[in-house]
């Protein structure tokens, strides 16, 4: 079974730029996630697709930051314009929307490095 | 969500038992614990979950004290392959609308020859 994909796996841009990442879920996979891991910590959720729709965007920057998720499938991460701050890896995990399965696939992440 | 404290790192040596322990003393009725596993460069892997007393599979074992205010994972006879970042994770498991896992920073296990 393929796992989680995404695209790119590194990118470096300057402060003020904008960049996008690419994830393909697990097929099948109803419920989208994207996270941000920054050096030295533990990932933290951005934002949570089920199928097409938002169900958790609480902690995505949304002045920066935008995420769609436009057929239940792909998904595309945003930022416009990026910070230092930024700079981290980039997860995209996916799992079944049963309620008696919710385990998390993760994918390699994409790092992003903001100069 | 109720908040998790763990080891911030562990040093063992190979085919020793390792045991983590988390504490989760806010942990609520619908909560499941869950424990996942980072290496380097890549995404989280679910390592177990369990709701109380006892859950073992391929991998580990999950010990849950009947109170359920702590956890404790454990790792038979690690290898030098068991050298990653150990997450302990406090939500709504099955039957979880949201699914939400919120990653505190882990346990840097060190595995040594």
């Known amino acids: 079974e393929a796992g989680v994909a995404q695209s790119p796996r590194y990118k470096i841009i300057e402060k003020r730029q904008s960049v996008a990442f690419w994830c393909n879920p697990i097929?099948?996979?109803?419920?989208l996630y994207w996270y941000q891991q920054i050096l030295g910590q533990g990932p933290k959720l951005l934002i949570q697709?089920?199928?097409?729709?938002?169900?958790?965007d609480s902690q995505l920057p949304k002045d920066r930051f935008s995420a769609e998720r436009l057929k239940g499938v792909d998904s595309t991460l945003k930022i416009q314009p990026a910070k230092l701050e930024d700079s981290a890896v980039y997860l995209c995990?996916?799992?079944?929307?049963?309620?008696?399965?919710?385990?998390?696939?993760f994918g390699p992440g994409t790092r992003l490095t903001v100069l | 969500l109720a908040k998790t404290t763990q080891p911030i790192s562990m040093d063992s040596y190979e085919g020793q038992e390792v045991n983590i322990t988390c504490s989760h003393n806010?942990?609520?009725?619908?909560?499941?614990i869950t424990w996942y596993q980072q290496f380097p460069s890549q995404g989280p892997r679910f390592i177990i979950q369990?709701?109380?007393t006892k859950v073992t599979n391929e991998v580990a074992s999950l010990f849950i004290p009947a109170d359920r205010k702590s956890s404790t994972l454990s790792l038979p006879r690690v290898s030098l392959s068991d050298t990653a970042v150990y997450y302990c994770?406090?939500?709504?498991?099955?039957?979880?609308?949201?699914?939400?896992?919120?990653f505190g920073k882990g346990t840097k296990l060190s595995v040594k020859p």
């Open positions: 994770l406090v939500g709504e498991g099955y039957g979880g609308s949201q699914g939400n896992l919120i």
């Open positions: 097929s099948g996979h109803a419920t």
């Open positions: 369990g709701y109380k």
């Open positions: 806010n942990i609520a009725t619908n909560d499941y």
């Open positions: 697709f089920q199928n097409n729709g938002v169900v958790d």
């Open positions: 995990a996916s799992s079944l929307a049963s309620p008696r399965d919710n385990e998390q696939f």
